[in-house]
């Protein structure tokens, strides 16, 4: 196997395309990385604009090759997921993409198949779980753990000491306050200011946040 690994993005709509831009920003940056081309997921409908030409097929029928690495290039917490979990029946291997301008300490735990874009900062002692979307401008506080498949808009902040469960949403520039609980499969509106945390299933608005609805188990 060659040192240059191919990158793959599974995804064809905007956040394949955001996908595209990170991995070009850290090539540019000396990464042994090369862009194979986009995979259609199940059958979505691509918006891939300027990029059409790159798109490769769809993601049912193409078979991994040794110098393949995938990247999850999808919004929605419940497709990450669900490729997410394919992709792994089929072996084949996940990276990280991770933006040059963005401050991560050494001791952070991460799994795989993380979108973190540009000028976020994650604290000390910070636990990632797989298949998160880091959207930009999302500081971490200490001892921050984070499940699995969870979106970040971008302006988002976690302070220190806090759980954060699998599959939410979190709008721009919502805040979570420090030791604060949060469930999974819950949309937190843009803005709004989580004092002492959540269950699951809901959706949170307003400062300070109460519960306005329920989201539906996926």
Known sequence: MSSMRNVIIIG????ARECHWLVGEI???????????FLAFEGFRGNLRSLAHLEIGHDDDYVP?????FVIGIGSPELRQRAFDKWKQRN??????????????????????NIISCACFFSCDTVIGNTNYFNGEITLGHDVVVGDANFFAPGFIALGNIS??????????????????????????PGAFIYKGCKSNCRMAGNPALNIGTVEPT
Do not use: Q, W, Y
Request: hydrophobic share 35%.
């Open 92 to 113: 084949a291997s996940f990276i990280n993409l991770v933006h040059p301008f963005t401050t991560i300490p050494p001791e952070t735990r991460m799994g795989e198949a």
């Open 65 to 69: 090759e040794p110098d393949d690495v």
């Open 27 to 37: 090539v540019k940056n000396g990464a042994p990385l090369c862009f194979k081309g």
């Open 164 to 189: 954060i469960g699998s599959g939410n949403s979190f709008g721009v520039r919502s805040v979570v306050l420090a030791n604060a609980k949060i469930g999974d499969n819950n949309s937190i509106a």
């Open 12 to 15: 064809n709509s905007s956040s």
